[in-house]
């Protein structure tokens, strides 16, 4: 079983034995003045449950190592924190540019593992800069987290007060419609029953009186008939009730 520490790390025996094959939660580990830190990449939203561990090892005389790097300052460890950085700042852009609940669930998809992996990282940097208080980079460096710690909060909050509102601003918008569609509908209903009786009547008596108009100006006056019909129509129509505009 392979270990997550590189084999060329000449570190203490007791930080091996307590890792397994991946690198686990993000973490501090102390021991006869050597610092582990065990951190955890930017996540994949889509693959939130899969974490990829970098490990920093920061020796007795003050140099350091890292996974993935030959350097011996904490630069790495700074690259790692503005990965976060150029995370942030994308979502940022996304919450800018959102209107739609997919939109906002598009914020919040992101920013969760995101959320919960900075936090982590925060809390890591804090512990690691009580064990080391003389190092003043990283001090810097847990400062940074917990700006990014806030940071991605206020997004994560920004997100869900955003999806909040856009679901009661659909709710209210849907209320007004239906609020629309019952008064046309009542409207209707007065008129369907204000005729209903003398149309029942006539087609089951069959009733067709003589009305003079049957030779009358043929064909002229079934379509002065059929005008004035449809002029009742349009009269009928603009006494409905318009339709509310969306809310803004």
């Known amino acids: 079983m392979s270990s997550p520490i590189p084999p060329n790390w000449d570190l203490p025996a007791e930080f091996r034995e307590r890792f397994g094959s991946r690198a686990g939660r993000q973490r501090v580990m102390h021991a006869s003045g050597h610092l582990l830190i065990v951190l955890h990449a930017v996540p994949n939203p889509d693959e939130p449950d899969v974490r990829e561990g970098v490990l920093f090892w920061r020796k007795p005389d003050g140099t350091w190592r890292s996974t993935g790097s030959n350097s011996t300052t904490i630069a790495p460890l ?9 995370v942030t700042d994308r979502l940022e852009e996304q919450v800018d540019r959102a209107k739609s609940a997919t939109d906002w669930f598009g914020v919040l998809h992101t920013a969760a593992p995101l959320m919960r992996t900075i936090r982590n990282l925060s809390k890591t940097l804090q512990e690691a ?6 190092d003043r980079e990283l001090i810097a460096m847990r400062d940074q987290a917990q700006e990014l710690e ?18 009661a601003k659909n709710a209210e918008d849907s209320a007004r419609a239906s609020q629309h569609v019952s008064d ?5 209903n007065l ?3 204000m005729f209903l009786p003398i149309t029942a009547l006539g087609s089951l008596l069959g009733i067709n009186l003589v009305h003079g108009f049957e030779r009358w100006h043929q064909p002229y006056t079934f379509w002065l008939v059929a005008i004035f019909a449809f002029a009742i129509g349009l009269a009928v129509r603009s006494t409905m009730p318009k339709p509310p505009p969306p809310s803004a």
């Open 191 to 193: 008129i369907t029953a």
């Open 184 to 188: 046309a509908g009542h409207r209707l």
């Open 150 to 167: 806030r940071t991605v909060e206020l997004l994560h909050a920004h997100g869900r007060d955003g999806l909040d509102f856009t679901a």
């Open 78 to 86: 700074r690259a790692h924190l503005e990965s976060f950085d150029v």
């Open 129 to 134: 800069r009580e064990l080391a208080k003389g």
